[in-house]
């Protein structure tokens, strides 16, 4: 199973923008990069999913290199209600992997 | 329904005490994950079901964990002869593909 290594934390103010980087050195060929969003006393939340280049939604986007051997994470104008942990997973889209979550990022947003 | 639905949402147990973890997950999703998660860790994945097929159950702690899901819908974690040391929040996630899990709000478990 990939890996992943993410920031133990990070600091920002309302309205900037914060990008999160996930290393996943060992990535396999058939690997998705999926990112969660959890805040306390709640399961994790699906956020965004990619595999190559760069993905959007209507949350956030993820840029992935071309050796896709790292991801970031970016939230555009983030909010005090952006504070949460954020977790970058590595699996593949078999339905069967034992998805393995890291400690992930606190990110906390302030005024 | 909607969501995964987990229950009970807090559970105190005296140590010793068996206790059941149960999961409701969206309808027709195939796949069901357990995951235990400790204060201020990440969660941990325990196991495994595809269907009614438990495929992987190598997260299980010790022999006093099963679960089990027999019609391949809800499912039971179950936990015998309670410990401190398993006190955490226990999650339930379910997939219909493609590594999207969506994860329930969890069961708080304290072991006094």
């Known amino acids: 199973l990939a890996k992943t290594t993410q920031p133990i934390s990070m600091d920002s103010y309302e309205g900037q923008e914060v990008n999160i980087t996930c290393s996943h050195n060992n990535i396999a060929t058939n690997d998705y990069i999926t990112w969660y969003q959890q805040f306390p006393s709640q399961g994790p939340r699906f956020i965004i999913q990619?595999?190559?280049t760069k993905v959007t939604n209507e949350v956030a986007s993820l840029f992935i290199p071309a050796d896709r051997k790292s991801s970031t994470l970016s939230l555009p104008r983030v909010s005090l209600s952006d504070t949460a942990v954020y977790y970058c997973?590595?699996?593949?889209?078999?339905?069967?992997?034992?998805?393995?979550f890291g400690k992930g990022t606190m990110l906390l947003v302030s005024p | 329904g909607a969501g995964v639905s987990q229950s009970p949402r807090y559970k105190v147990a005296k140590r010793g005490q068996d206790v059941a973890l149960r999961c409701d997950p969206i309808?027709?999703?195939?796949?069901l994950f357990w995951y235990q998660q400790a204060l201020g860790q990440g969660p941990e994945f325990l196991t495994y079901f595809q269907n009614e097929a438990q495929l992987d159950k190598s997260g299980l702690p010790s022999d006093r964990f099963f679960a089990e899901r027999p019609e391949g819908s809800v499912s039971t974690l179950k936990i015998q002869r309670t410990q401190q040391e398993d006190s955490a929040v226990y999650l339930c996630?379910?997939?219909?593909?493609?590594?999207?899990?969506?994860f329930g709000s969890g069961t708080q478990l304290s072991v006094l």
């Open positions: 309808s027709g999703h195939v796949s």
């Open positions: 990619g595999y190559k």
């Open positions: 996630a379910s997939s219909g593909g493609n590594e999207k899990l969506f």
């Open positions: 997973l590595v699996g593949d889209d078999s339905g069967y992997s034992t998805l393995t």
